[in-house]
């Protein structure tokens, strides 16, 4: 495994969604919250409060075995949904969605925001003639909504999500089929996410260069130390993905 300081070609990058691009986690934790009280106003308030936590943090792994091909989308958000409810302490969170989703979504979309320095690092990029891509586990439908409501509809050559892939990161052929969409070699590609399980691990493993984005950087650092041993670059923000920088010479 080459190391990180080592310079190396990259032609594209590719970059996960949320929480990399944009702030879904403190959308998520508005608009879940906000959908909670709507649907469940006697649930405990304290609960009500952090209801939007809990929802994102998933406990039941749901997006983990939608991930893995095992839920549709919808199946996936519904048991998440009647998750939140039971916790709350509804009996009828399995039947809530279609009202979870009137209160939620205008919510989400409305408080999604880009991080500040997804624009002028993607703009960077292109500038200097590398192709830049989305590849993001969640939906497609889902995605173009959430790029709609951000500066970014439009901005990446290709969009590759869960569902029209047919693979989700950390699957190598995810990382593999979104290489052959932007027309990049593997090996030439920079794989940049915030999960790292799914995102760096899994790009690495599929053969791509890879930035870890830890954006609050609060780090074990036994685990920046692995992390760093397998080629991985631990960044805190986007402003040092330019060309010249990493210790990447982007061509
Ligand atoms: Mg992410």
């Given at each position: 495994m080459a190391h990180p300081a080592e310079d190396v070609l990259i032609d594209g990058v590719l970059f996960d969604l949320d929480d990399t691009l944009i702030d879904t986690a403190a959308a998520m934790h508005l608009a879940g919250a906000a959908a909670a009280a709507v649907l469940w106003p006697d649930a405990d308030p304290q609960r009500?409060?952090?209801?939007?936590?809990?929802?994102r943090s998933d406990p039941g792994g749901f997006f983990g075995a939608y991930t893995r091909g095992e839920l549709t989308f919808a199946a996936m958000r519904a048991a998440r949904i009647a998750d939140l409810g039971a916790w709350l302490g509804a009996a009828d969170g399995q039947v809530a969605r279609a009202a979870f989703d009137a209160a939620y979504e205008p919510a989400f979309v409305a408080a999604l925001q880009t991080f500040k320095d997804a624009p002028a690092c993607l703009t960077a990029l292109q500038d200097n003639g590398i192709r830049i891509g989305l590849l993001t586990n969640s939906g497609a439908d889902y995605t173009a909504a959430k790029l709609r409501h951000t500066s970014l509809a439009g901005v990446t050559d290709v969009v590759c999500t869960r569902d029209t892939l047919g693979f989700g990161k950390p699957d190598a052929r995810a990382f593999h089929e979104a290489c052959r969409q932007l027309g990049t070699d593997p090996a030439r590609t920079l794989h940049i996410g915030d999960e790292l399980h799914a995102d760096p691990l899994g790009a690495v493993g599929a053969?791509?260069?890879?930035a870890w984005l830890v954006r609050d950087g609060a780090l074990d650092e036994s685990v920046r130390a692995e992390v760093t041993r397998r080629g991985i670059a631990v960044i805190d923000t986007l402003e040092v993905v330019r060309p010249g920088r990493l210790g990447m010479r982007l061509s």
């Open positions: 009500l409060a952090i209801a939007g936590v809990r929802f053969g791509l260069r890879a």
